[in-house]
Protein backbone atom coordinates (compact mmCIF):
# COMPACT_ATOMS: atom_id res chain seq x y z
CA UNK A 1 0.00 0.00 0.00
CA UNK A 2 1.43 3.41 -0.76
CA UNK A 3 2.06 5.90 1.99
CA UNK A 4 3.12 9.45 1.58
CA UNK A 5 4.01 11.35 4.69
CA UNK A 6 4.68 15.14 4.20
CA UNK A 7 7.01 16.90 7.00
CA UNK A 8 8.15 20.84 7.04
CA UNK A 9 5.48 22.89 7.80
CA UNK A 10 5.76 26.07 10.01
CA UNK A 11 5.98 29.36 10.63
CA UNK A 12 8.06 31.82 9.01
CA UNK A 13 8.27 35.65 8.42
CA UNK A 14 8.36 37.01 4.60
CA UNK A 15 11.32 36.19 2.77
CA UNK A 16 12.12 33.11 5.22
CA UNK A 17 12.53 29.54 3.81
CA UNK A 18 11.13 25.87 4.46
CA UNK A 19 11.72 23.04 2.96
CA UNK A 20 8.83 20.05 2.79
CA UNK A 21 9.58 16.83 2.48
CA UNK A 22 7.06 13.78 1.15
CA UNK A 23 8.64 10.85 1.98
CA UNK A 24 6.88 7.64 0.33
CA UNK A 25 6.62 3.84 0.81
CA UNK A 26 4.80 1.01 -0.53
CA UNK A 27 5.94 2.79 -4.26
CA UNK A 28 9.55 3.49 -5.63
CA UNK A 29 8.73 7.49 -6.17
CA UNK A 30 11.90 7.93 -8.77
CA UNK A 31 9.68 5.82 -11.34
CA UNK A 32 6.29 7.98 -10.71
CA UNK A 33 5.37 11.87 -10.93
CA UNK A 34 5.15 13.88 -7.82
CA UNK A 35 3.27 16.64 -7.54
CA UNK A 36 3.06 19.44 -4.66
CA UNK A 37 -0.37 21.15 -3.91
CA UNK A 38 -1.52 24.04 -1.40
CA UNK A 39 -4.85 24.79 -0.18
CA UNK A 40 -5.64 27.97 1.53
CA UNK A 41 -9.07 28.73 3.03
CA UNK A 42 -11.51 29.68 1.00
CA UNK A 43 -9.49 29.10 -2.15
CA UNK A 44 -9.44 26.13 -4.50
CA UNK A 45 -6.04 23.40 -4.16
CA UNK A 46 -4.00 24.30 -6.72
CA UNK A 47 -0.87 22.82 -7.97
CA UNK A 48 2.33 24.66 -6.79
CA UNK A 49 5.13 22.03 -8.75
CA UNK A 50 5.57 18.88 -10.07
CA UNK A 51 8.38 16.84 -11.11
CA UNK A 52 8.43 13.95 -13.83
CA UNK A 53 10.26 10.26 -13.64
CA UNK A 54 12.75 12.21 -15.53
CA UNK A 55 13.03 14.44 -13.33
CA UNK A 56 11.60 17.12 -16.02
CA UNK A 57 10.25 20.15 -13.61
CA UNK A 58 6.68 22.37 -13.57
CA UNK A 59 6.20 25.23 -11.74
CA UNK A 60 3.24 27.60 -11.06
CA UNK A 61 3.70 30.86 -12.24
CA UNK A 62 3.34 32.65 -8.32
CA UNK A 63 5.98 30.23 -6.71
CA UNK A 64 8.50 30.79 -10.20
CA UNK A 65 11.99 31.44 -9.32
CA UNK A 66 11.54 31.20 -5.56
CA UNK A 67 10.38 27.18 -5.34
CA UNK A 68 12.28 24.50 -6.45
CA UNK A 69 10.77 21.06 -6.47
CA UNK A 70 13.52 17.56 -6.49
CA UNK A 71 14.22 13.80 -5.22
CA UNK A 72 16.77 12.07 -3.35
CA UNK A 73 15.91 8.77 -4.43
CA UNK A 74 18.09 6.97 -2.10
CA UNK A 75 15.39 8.16 0.27
CA UNK A 76 12.36 7.68 -1.35
CA UNK A 77 11.59 11.08 -0.96
CA UNK A 78 10.37 14.71 -2.83
CA UNK A 79 11.39 18.04 -1.22
CA UNK A 80 10.21 21.26 -2.14
CA UNK A 81 12.42 24.46 -1.29
CA UNK A 82 10.67 27.22 -0.62
CA UNK A 83 12.58 30.70 -0.45
CA UNK A 84 11.38 34.59 -0.04
CA UNK A 85 8.28 32.87 1.45
CA UNK A 86 5.29 35.30 0.88
CA UNK A 87 2.45 35.85 3.17
CA UNK A 88 0.11 34.60 0.17
CA UNK A 89 2.12 31.01 0.24
CA UNK A 90 0.41 30.37 3.36
CA UNK A 91 -1.59 27.04 2.65
CA UNK A 92 -1.96 23.33 3.75
CA UNK A 93 0.78 21.94 1.57
CA UNK A 94 0.07 17.87 0.17
CA UNK A 95 2.27 16.04 -1.95
CA UNK A 96 0.84 13.42 -4.35
CA UNK A 97 1.11 11.10 -7.01
CA UNK A 98 -0.61 8.77 -9.46
CA UNK A 99 -0.05 5.33 -9.85
CA UNK A 100 -1.28 2.93 -12.17
CA UNK A 101 -4.69 5.15 -12.44
CA UNK A 102 -4.97 5.52 -8.76
CA UNK A 103 -4.82 9.33 -7.27
CA UNK A 104 -2.50 9.11 -3.22
CA UNK A 105 -1.90 12.15 -1.35
CA UNK A 106 -0.38 12.95 1.73
CA UNK A 107 -2.13 14.18 4.84
CA UNK A 108 -0.67 17.58 4.24
CA UNK A 109 1.63 19.74 6.08
CA UNK A 110 0.86 23.79 7.53
CA UNK A 111 2.87 26.42 6.31
CA UNK A 112 2.11 29.90 7.73
CA UNK A 113 3.73 33.09 6.23
CA UNK A 114 3.19 36.32 8.82
CA UNK A 115 5.07 39.04 10.34
Known amino acids: QVHLVESGGDFVRPGGSLRLSCAAS????????VAWHRQSPGKQRELVAA???????NYADSVKGRFTIYRENAKNTVYLQMNNLKPEDTAVYSC?????????WGQGTQVAVSS
Open 26 to 33: GTIFSNNV
Open 51 to 57: ISSSGSR
Open 96 to 104: YTEIGGNNY
